[in-house]
């Protein structure tokens, strides 16, 4: 199983960007899939996550309405739309995995990608 998160980069305040999670081994319809997010000296921090049945759920209240998670299942991807972008968004964007429900708790997953940065200007 790999799942490989792309689309991060230096982005001004307010803009937005899209990360894609490509998964191959498994299939995203079948599994739960989510973003996690860990900013310098932070901990991890569950962002968002979709269900098998499409549904999303939001882990964390400083992105509501400005975040979204879809998948597009004919290329096995997961997207995390990022919209007015904050200087404290910036971390590393993670995508990960697990066959049963959503949740903010990294350690429920069973696979990881490596990351991606995002990195906000002011």
């Known amino acids: 199983v790999q799942l490989v998160e792309s689309g991060g980069g230096l982005v001004q305040a307010g803009g937005p960007l899209r990360l894609p999670c490509a998964a191959s081994?498994?299939?995203?319809?079948?599994?739960?899939i989510a973003w996690f997010r860990q900013a310098p000296g932070k901990e991890r921090e569950g962002v968002l996550c979709?269900?098998?049945?499409?549904?999303?759920?939001n882990n964390a209240d400083s992105v509501k309405g400005r975040f979204t998670i879809s998948r597009n299942d004919n290329k096995n991807t997961v997207y995390l739309q990022m919209n007015s972008l904050k200087p404290e968004d910036t971390a590393v964007y993670f995508c990960?995995?697990?066959?049963?429900?959503?949740?903010?708790?990294?350690?429920?997953?069973?696979?990881w990608g490596r990351g991606t940065q995002v990195t906000v200007s002011s």
């Open positions: 979709i269900s098998s049945s499409g549904g999303t759920t």
């Open positions: 990960a995995a697990v066959p049963y429900y959503c949740s903010d708790y990294g350690g429920a997953y069973e696979y």
């Open positions: 081994g498994l299939i995203v319809d079948v599994y739960v």
